[in-house]
């Protein structure tokens, strides 16, 4: 089967033809969320035969891996509350930094 590259005409008819932009109103926050529905919930609760959870989460890992293309995440502390500043106060903070786009994190 040859595969045909689209064309720039193509692709910017796409932006349009398959846009929600406007689906659910001018003022509209949810876009698709908005297909999750009362019924659309109790379908899905229907279908649980177990109480068990699964995580979606993963461990964050400043370090380089064997899965990790390029940067690993960062942290750095920027405060970290062993020391009280002079106008009073204190406490912590912390930055947290990935590369989310196309790359494994």
């Known amino acids: 089967m ?9 692709v910017i008819g796409w932006m349009d033809s398959l846009s929600n932009w406007g689906r659910w109103g001018k003022d509209d926050q949810m876009g698709t969320l908005n297909l999750i529905t009362d019924a659309k919930r109790t379908q899905a609760a229907e279908l649980v035969k177990e ?7 993963r461990l964050v890992v400043p370090e380089i891996a064997a899965d990790v293309t390029t940067i690993p995440p960062l942290h750095y502390m920027i ?3 062993d020391t009280v500043p002079a106008q009073g106060g204190g406490g912590t903070s912390d930055f947290l930094g ?3 786009h196309g790359l494994t994190i």
């Open 2 to 10: 040859d595969k045909q590259i689209p064309t720039e005409e193509q």
């Open 51 to 57: 109480g068990i959870s699964v995580t979606c989460s």
């Open 98 to 100: 990935f590369s989310y």
């Open 79 to 81: 405060r970290a509350g």
